[in-house]
């Protein structure tokens, strides 16, 4: 089942399990079992920490549990946890094995208070990037505490159940028999869910800090240089970010990243989350900024207002919160958001096998997702706004050569249908006729762009007709020492590398501010 140069790395990594525990699997008689059983012998075959019985008797097949004699752990993959989600397998088996997580030592004793019953199961998707996170939080609590529970389902081998449950979003989070969330999810925002107290102790906590020399507004890429230049210069920071990492979390493949010929988003966002951890700065994550107090006078201090009721001042910020895919804003969107409609195609694709999609958006991420679906689906038709794609050629000279895929030119969506349940349709206006349209569908992707995340700044910071923060060749914005960088400013260009440099100019920026205004 693992090559070589696999089994080399897990070996190596398997050295790390310091107490032995056993691995329990159900199994039947299918290509999938026989596939499992091949991947769990393997695994056994490179340490004498852990050992495989073949005897379980849990109604998902194929299926394994990890078990620690003498713990009270419930952990379990329904399905074989390779793409994306063999690092989540390879973190569990070194969890239940006693290495120590890497996790905040307040986060872990948080986790090990939580009371109750608490039985999750998270459906995902072998090709999902978002999913691994959710597994892996979720892995980790039950490893941690005996009352949480939790097993990891691939939905394209356990079809019967998404289904059964009208799954067409992955990660799809049930406890205990209840849909609990859908999309990425780490274990804090976990916590904040489940710890009905945690918002307002965090807030509490936040309160209390002492005013930063430069708070940075935003966790990713942009946000992330803008700390670690403010850090090396000696000076008191701050991140508070609705979620570190920003949009870089729902990037797949990175290949213009300079020097790091290629990655994943979430390997990109753990790096920048571990790089600003070398440094002397307050990170401050789950903290979604609803109001800006600017400074009155030069030498006062600005506020920054969340909604989670904290406020935090400093002398000096950094707006850095990106922006986040763009909506059709039609009717039955919102409706069948997580039910059909999808943002995400490497996601939520392999739940579409066989089926019927659109794709909306002719630029390249629409015509990228075209080309990708085409490979799972029975049939993709991209609708494009304008007459023509913006696509760059070689993608749609490879889209041109797809069978089972379509495009229709000059078409503007106009509603989402569905029958209660799910998606069935959609209806697109013909802007040559102006005739409406209706194509039976199952799934529909929306890819048109991106939209600032900058509605909490109206009034305050002078934004652009398209809601960007304006901003001038140092990061200035019109507030004098409240700069901005990456992808919520009115610099051309939304990349990952761009954002990076024009995290690290506002951050210097910030400093040169500092130095001569106090």
């Given at each position: 089942?693992?090559?070589?140069?696999?089994?080399?790395?897990?070996?190596?990594?398997?050295?790390?399990?310091?107490?032995?525990?056993?691995?329990?699997?159900?199994?039947?008689?299918?290509?999938?079992?026989?596939?499992?059983?091949?991947?769990l012998?393997?695994?056994?075959?490179?340490?004498?920490?852990i050992?495989?019985?073949?005897?379980?008797?849990?109604?998902?097949?194929?299926?394994?549990?990890?078990?620690?004699?003498?713990?009270d752990?419930?952990?379990?993959?329904?399905?074989?946890?390779?793409?994306?989600?063999?690092?989540?397998?390879?973190?569990?088996?070194?969890?239940?094995?006693?290495?120590?997580?890497?996790?905040?030592?307040?986060?872990?004793?948080?986790?090990?208070?939580?009371?109750?019953?608490?039985?999750?199961?998270?459906?995902?998707?072998?090709?999902?990037?978002?999913?691994?996170d959710?597994?892996?939080?979720?892995?980790?609590?039950?490893v941690?505490?005996?009352?949480?529970?939790?097993?990891?389902?691939?939905?394209?081998?356990?079809?019967?159940?998404?289904?059964?449950?009208?799954?067409?979003?992955?990660?799809?989070?049930?406890?205990?028999?209840?849909?609990?969330?859908?999309?990425?999810?780490?274990?804090?925002?976990?916590?904040?869910?489940?710890?009905?107290?945690?918002?307002?102790?965090?807030?509490?906590?936040?309160?209390?800090?002492?005013?930063?020399?430069?708070?940075?507004i935003?966790?990713?890429p942009?946000?992330?240089?803008?700390?670690?230049y403010?850090?090396?210069?000696?000076?008191?920071?701050?991140?508070?970010?609705?979620?570190?990492?920003?949009?870089?979390?729902?990037?797949?493949?990175?290949?213009?990243?300079?020097?790091?010929?290629?990655?994943?988003?979430?390997?990109?966002?753990?790096?920048?989350?571990?790089?600003?951890?070398?440094?002397?700065v307050?990170?401050?994550?789950?903290?979604?900024?609803?109001?800006?107090?600017?400074?009155?006078?030069?030498?006062?201090?600005?506020?920054?207002?969340?909604?989670?009721?904290?406020?935090l001042?400093?002398?000096?910020?950094?707006?850095?919160?990106?922006?986040?895919?763009?909506?059709?804003n039609?009717?039955?969107?919102?409706?069948?958001?997580?039910?059909?409609?999808?943002?995400?195609?490497?996601?939520?694709?392999?739940?579409?096998?066989?089926?019927?999609?659109?794709?909306?958006?002719?630029g390249?991420?629409?015509?990228?997702?075209?080309?990708?679906?085409?490979?799972?689906?029975?049939?993709?038709?991209?609708?494009?706004?304008?007459?023509?794609?913006?696509?760059?050629?070689?993608?749609?000279?490879?889209?041109?050569?797809?069978?089972?895929v379509?495009?229709?030119?000059?078409?503007?969506?106009?509603?989402?249908?569905?029958?209660?349940?799910?998606?069935?349709?959609?209806v697109?206006?013909?802007?040559?006729?102006?005739?409406?349209?209706?194509?039976?569908?199952?799934?529909?992707?929306?890819q048109?762009?991106?939209?600032?995340?900058?509605?909490?700044?109206?009034?305050?910071v002078?934004?652009?007709?398209?809601?960007?923060?304006?901003?001038?060749?140092?990061?200035?914005?019109?507030?004098?020492?409240?700069?901005?960088?990456?992808?919520?400013?009115?610099?051309?260009?939304?990349q990952?590398?761009?954002?990076?440099?024009?995290?690290?100019?506002?951050?210097?920026?910030?400093?040169?501010?500092?130095?001569?205004?106090?």
């Open positions: 089942m693992l090559d070589a140069n696999l089994k080399t790395q897990l070996k190596a990594y398997l050295e790390k399990v310091s107490q032995p525990f056993e691995i329990v699997a159900s199994l039947d008689d299918s290509d999938k079992s026989r596939e499992l059983l091949g991947l012998q393997d695994i056994v075959g490179l340490t004498d920490k050992t495989l019985k073949t005897d379980g008797s849990d109604a998902r097949r194929p299926s394994f549990s990890l078990n620690r004699p003498g713990a752990i419930s952990l379990r993959f329904a399905g074989i946890p390779m793409g994306h989600e063999f690092t989540s397998l390879v973190l569990a088996l070194l969890q239940v094995g006693g290495h120590p997580s890497k996790l905040d030592q307040d986060v872990i004793e948080q986790v090990k208070a939580i009371e109750g019953e608490f039985n999750f199961e998270t459906y995902f998707s072998l090709s999902c990037q978002n999913c691994p959710v597994v892996q939080a979720l892995n980790l609590m039950a941690l505490n005996p009352n949480i529970r939790h097993v990891a389902i691939d939905g394209a081998l356990f079809q019967d159940e998404v289904d059964a449950r009208q799954i067409m979003s992955v990660p799809s989070l049930y406890l205990n028999g209840e849909l609990f969330s859908q999309g990425r999810m780490g274990v804090e925002e976990i916590l904040a869910k489940i710890d009905t107290g945690a918002a307002a102790r965090d807030a509490d906590k936040l309160n209390a800090k002492a005013a930063f020399d430069v708070l940075v935003g966790g990713g942009a946000g992330a240089a803008a700390a670690i403010a850090a090396r210069k000696g000076i008191r920071t701050g991140v508070a970010a609705e979620r570190l990492g920003g949009q870089v979390l729902d990037t797949m493949a990175i290949e213009n990243f300079i020097s790091v010929q290629e990655t994943e988003g979430p390997k990109l966002a753990r790096a920048l989350e571990e790089h600003i951890k070398q440094y002397d307050d990170i401050m994550n789950l903290q979604r900024a609803s109001a800006l107090i600017p400074a009155k006078a030069e030498g006062e201090l600005h506020e920054v207002r969340f909604e989670s009721g904290a406020a001042k400093a002398k000096t910020l950094i707006l850095s919160t990106g922006a986040r895919w763009r909506e059709m039609v009717p039955g969107e919102q409706e069948y958001r997580g039910r059909g409609v999808a943002y995400c195609p490497h996601c939520d694709g392999p739940l579409f096998k066989g089926k019927r999609v659109a794709v909306i958006g002719g390249n991420s629409g015509v990228e997702a075209a080309i990708d679906l085409a490979g799972i689906v029975a049939h993709v038709t991209l609708i494009e706004f304008d007459d023509k794609l913006r696509a760059d050629a070689v993608l749609q000279k490879k889209l041109a050569s797809l069978p089972n379509n495009v229709i030119k000059s078409a503007l969506t106009t509603e989402v249908k569905g029958d209660g349940q799910k998606v069935n349709g959609l697109y206006k013909d802007r040559t006729t102006d005739q409406l349209q209706t194509l039976e569908l199952e799934g529909i992707f929306v048109i762009g991106l939209l600032p995340n900058s509605e909490w700044l109206k009034g305050v002078e934004l652009s007709p398209r809601g960007e923060i304006i901003v001038d060749a140092k990061g200035q914005t019109n507030i004098p020492g409240v700069f901005a960088a990456g992808d919520v400013t009115t610099v051309p260009y939304k990952i590398v761009i954002a990076v440099g024009e995290g690290a100019k506002a951050s210097l920026s910030a400093f040169d501010h500092l130095i001569r205004t106090t």
